[in-house]
């Protein structure tokens, strides 16, 4: 699965995509210091890959 992203493609399998679901819900349960900036994170990633990984 291909999804756009701040300019990027990212590919994810099926249960990734589930756990993310997964991960959203229980977070709006958490209070708002608690959450991540997913952004952020997104863009960390990467950052981290190696450059013949990314598009």
Do not use: C, G, W
Request: overall charge positive.
């Amino acid at each position: 699965m291909a999804t756009r992203t701040f300019e990027k493609e990212i590919y994810i399998d099926q249960k990734a995509a589930e756990n993310m679901v997964k991960a959203k819900e229980e977070a709006k349960k958490r209070p708002k210091e608690e959450r991540i900036n997913i952004r952020a994170s997104i863009e960390r990633s990467i950052s981290l890959l190696p450059k013949t990984l990314r598009h």
